[in-house]
T-cell receptor, first 115, second 112 residues
């Protein structure tokens, strides 16, 4: 059974640029959630995708967007990068959606630095 | 809204000491509760979970009991090891969306 993988592991961008982060879900999982973890903080929910549709969104602006593909892998896109976007971005996969209360399994994260 | 509050760290202990990390929550209904652990430079690993009142989650010597009456899910371990040094996050799963709501994390440092 393959766990959750993310790419790239590290990334450096400048303000105003755009970035795409990728996530492959654990085998058999159909739901992907994205979280932002600022330094010294707990992860904050960005959004969730279930069967290629957005299924819940946290308090993040529209320049944070995502996709889920038929194989349930996912992308997080951030436009017009700001310095405060510097963080560890975590992807988590699970089976089911909504009120399923299934456990989410996390990938190792992508560390983004915006200069 | 739903929230999780954890004791501030760092928690500094000697090897073989008893560990308690306090966690309380505010939520509508009875969400599932989790403890995740984050080792330096890594993502989050699920440590244990409990899905209903009075459930006890346990793993690798760690335990936590879902206490509805005190809205708490405190993490305990009888004898910590140096390898337990990490940041521990308490979290709840929102009932309607499954999004996880995390506490701010508690850093544990164990010295030989």
């Amino acid at each position: 059974e393959t766990g959750v993988t993310q790419s790239p592991t590290h990334l450096i961008k400048t303000r105003g640029q755009q970035v795409t982060l990728r996530c492959s879900s654990q085998s058999g999982h159909n739901t992907v959630s994205w979280y932002q973890q600022a330094l010294g903080q707990g992860p904050q929910f960005i959004f969730q995708y279930y069967r290629e549709e957005e299924n819940g969104r946290g308090n993040f602006p529209p320049r944070f967007s995502g996709l889920q593909f038929p194989n349930y892998s996912s992308e997080l896109n951030v436009n017009a990068l700001e310095l405060d976007d510097s963080a560890l971005y975590l992807c988590a996969s699970s089976l089911g959606s909504g009120a399923s209360q299934e456990t989410q399994y996390f990938g190792p994260g992508t560390r983004l630095l915006v200069l | 809204g739903n929230s999780v509050t954890q004791m501030e760290g760092p928690v500094t202990l000697s090897e073989e000491a008893f560990l308690t990390i306090n966690c309380t929550y505010t939520a509508t209904g009875y969400p599932s509760l989790f403890w995740y652990v984050q080792y330096p430079g890594e993502g989050l690993q699920l440590l244990l979970k409990a899905t209903k009142a009075d459930d006890k989650g346990s793993n690798k010597g760690f335990e936590a009991t879902y206490r509805k009456e005190t809205t708490s899910f405190h993490l305990e371990k009888g004898s910590v090891q140096v390898s337990d040094s990490a940041v521990y996050f308490c979290a709840l799963s929102d009932l309607s969306t499954d999004k996880l709501i995390f506490g701010t994390g508690t850093r544990l440092q164990v010295f030989p």
